[in-house]
């Protein structure tokens, strides 16, 4: 089975500064990993996805991320932070289960901007 | 596109209401999925569809139904709420003609519900 571990329930950084959110994987099978970013009171949106192919993924808004096996990590970083980045951060992970095409989340990093 | 839309956004019931959440998407989706969020516990799959006429269960079903009479649309319904159900609902949906192991789900805007 696979599941997803975030690590940090909650993330300050001063704007400018570096962006890193940890997460972490468990997957007997080549895993399909995601971010979402979720805007307060809003739905959540793709950031990035890592399905096959090359491990540094890059995404929407500046952001990126790297597959990395042997470490069984996918974190999310930013080399500059800003304002308007302040949101909750899901990593995600295909479940290769019975519920085929079901997300198995982590439990969400919130990021803080500090100006 | 309107792409995924929720109705309604607020709801609040008394312990015993019944109620249905209305997930619509306009993209010819196949996969159309409901999820709770509750804070600290991240997204929660409650239901899921492969496609018109059919559902599944996810990781937390208990007291939840749903039914996808149109492909358009996915109904969430509490048959007899509790305070438990208090959460937001994620309605999200994906277009997936193969099997959706890499698809991207979209999300819809939520629903806050409140069980008294």
């Known amino acids: 089975a696979q599941s997803v571990t975030q690590l940090g329930s909650h993330v300050s950084v001063s704007e400018g500064a570096l962006v890193l959110l940890r997460c972490n994987y468990s997957?007997?099978?080549?895993?399909?990993l995601f971010w979402y970013v979720q805007y307060p009171n809003q739905g959540l949106q793709l950031l990035l996805k890592?399905?096959?192919?090359?491990?540094l993924v890059k995404g929407i808004n500046g952001f990126e991320a790297e597959f990395k096996k042997s470490e069984t990590s996918f974190h999310l970083t930013k080399p500059s932070a800003h304002m308007s980045d302040a949101a909750e951060y899901f990593c995600?992970?295909?479940?290769?289960?019975?519920?085929?095409?079901?997300?198995?989340f982590g439990k969400g990093t919130k990021l803080s901007v500090k100006p | 596109n309107a792409g995924v839309t929720q109705t309604p956004k607020f709801r609040v019931l008394k312990t015993g209401q019944s109620m249905t959440l209305l997930c619509a998407q306009d993209?010819?989706?196949?996969?159309m999925y409901w999820y709770r969020q509750d804070p600290g516990m991240g997204l929660r799959l409650i239901h899921y569809?492969?496609?018109?006429?059919?559902?599944a269960k996810g990781e937390v079903p208990d007291g939840y139904n749903v039914s996808r009479l149109k492909k358009q649309n996915f109904l969430l319904g509490l048959e007899s709420a509790a305070p438990s159900q208090t959460s937001v609902y994620f309605c999200?949906?994906?277009?997936?003609?193969?099997?959706?192991?890499?698809?991207?789900?979209?999300f819809g805007p939520g629903t806050r519900l409140t069980v008294l």
């Open positions: 995600a992970v295909r479940n290769y289960g019975g519920s085929q095409g079901n997300l198995i």
């Open positions: 993209m010819n989706h196949e996969y």
């Open positions: 890592y399905t096959t192919g090359a491990t």
């Open positions: 999200a949906s994906s277009y997936s003609p193969s099997g959706g192991i890499t698809d991207t789900q979209y």
């Open positions: 997957s007997s099978v080549p895993p399909y």
């Open positions: 569809s492969v496609g018109e006429g059919t559902t």
